[in-house]
Nanobody, 126 residues
Framework: QVQLVESGGGSVQAGGSLTLSCTAS????????MGWFRQAPGKEREFVAA???????YYVDSVKDRFTISRDNAKNIVYLQMNSLKPDDTGVYFC????????????????????WGQGTQVTVSS
């Protein structure tokens, strides 16, 4: 059974940086697109970034040019490098694995993801 474990969250001041990691157990990690979502207090969970099995990347407009998603298939890890952080970036960040291998359609929809991590808290103060 696949499990995802996020790490790397913390508290930073605006303008700072953090790198989140998501380590996957199980087989065939390289076949599955992965995504990062976040949930701010009192708000719905929203898409942040996704990466295909061959490392094509997708971002929500609000994080473009600040966040970078990447993956290391040899280590079964997906990363989210976050720079120039803003207070609006505060929330619990979740990584997720797509339900279908290789498929990248509708990458922004939570329903397209089958396995979720427990989340890691990111707090950005002004």
């Amino acid at each position: 059974q696949v499990q995802l474990v996020e790490s790397g969250g913390g508290s930073v001041q605006a303008g700072g940086s953090l790198t989140l990691s998501c380590t996957a157990s199980g087989r065939d990690f390289n076949k599955y697109p992965m995504g990062w979502f976040r949930q701010a207090p009192g708000k719905e969970r929203e898409f942040v970034a996704a990466i295909s099995s061959d490392s094509i990347t997708y971002y929500v407009d609000s994080v473009k040019d600040r966040f970078t998603i990447s993956r290391d298939n040899a280590k079964n890890i997906v990363y989210l490098q976050m720079n120039s952080l803003k207070p609006d970036d505060t929330g619990v960040y979740f990584c997720a694995r797509r339900a279908r291998p290789y498929y990248t359609g509708r990458y922004y929809l939570m329903d397209e993801y089958e396995v979720w991590g427990q989340g890691t808290q990111v707090t950005v103060s002004s």
